[in-house]
């Protein structure tokens, strides 16, 4: 049997408190450390995907090119590029950006408390997804989505929302 993957705990100071499986943190909704990569094209366009249908929350919904948790002892570009590859089938240079504290709880009782960090990268190609893990992709530029989310945020999920809405500016290379 497969351990559950855990998740590491953190202070408002991003300094890591111990480790919890994931499920865990986030029915207990406790802080944890965690991801977000962007990948931006030539065009200013950011590469989104569709979380698959059967995650356990946000599915369906569109999001930024893939999010995760970094493992104990992982560097935040080191998890970057390894999810990267795992959801969308590609390596990229990447960068830290900025990091927030979020805290969204879904209907089904679990709650996403994240200090979350933005990577930053730049790739032109077609990814090949994970069908485990992405349902769909699309380019779409930066003006479109900031649009598209003011008249239909329930299409994307919550982090998402809160990175566009206070780092908009962050979000170019």
Not at 41 to 54: F, G, I, S, T, V
Not at 68 to 97: C, P, V, Y
Not at 108 to 137: F, M, R, S
Request: hydrophobic share 35%; glycine share 4%; with cysteine.
């Amino acid at each position: 049997m497969k351990e559950e993957e855990k998740v590491i705990l953190v202070n408002e100071n991003d300094e890591q408190i111990g480790l919890m499986p994931k499920l865990e943190a986030h029915q207990k909704a406790v802080l944890h450390r965690a991801f977000s990569v962007f990948i931006i094209n030539d065009k200013n366009e950011l590469m989104l995907q569709q979380r698959a249908h059967h995650k356990y929350h946000s599915p369906g919904l569109w999001t930024n090119t893939c999010c995760s948790h970094q493992r104990d002892g992982e560097s935040n570009i080191e998890a970057g590029t390894r999810r990267l590859q795992e959801e969308m089938g590609f390596t990229t240079s990447l960068k830290d950006s900025v990091s927030f504290i979020y805290k969204a709880p879904f209907d089904n009782g679990l709650t996403e408390h994240e200090y979350d960090h933005v990577l930053i990268g730049n790739y032109h190609k077609d990814p090949v997804i994970n069908p485990d893990e992405v349902a769909d992709w699309k380019w779409v530029s930066i003006e479109t989505i900031k649009e598209d989310i003011v008249n239909h945020p329930e299409q994307y999920t919550e982090w998402f929302k809160i990175i566009f809405d206070k780092f908009y500016s962050h979000i170019t290379l």
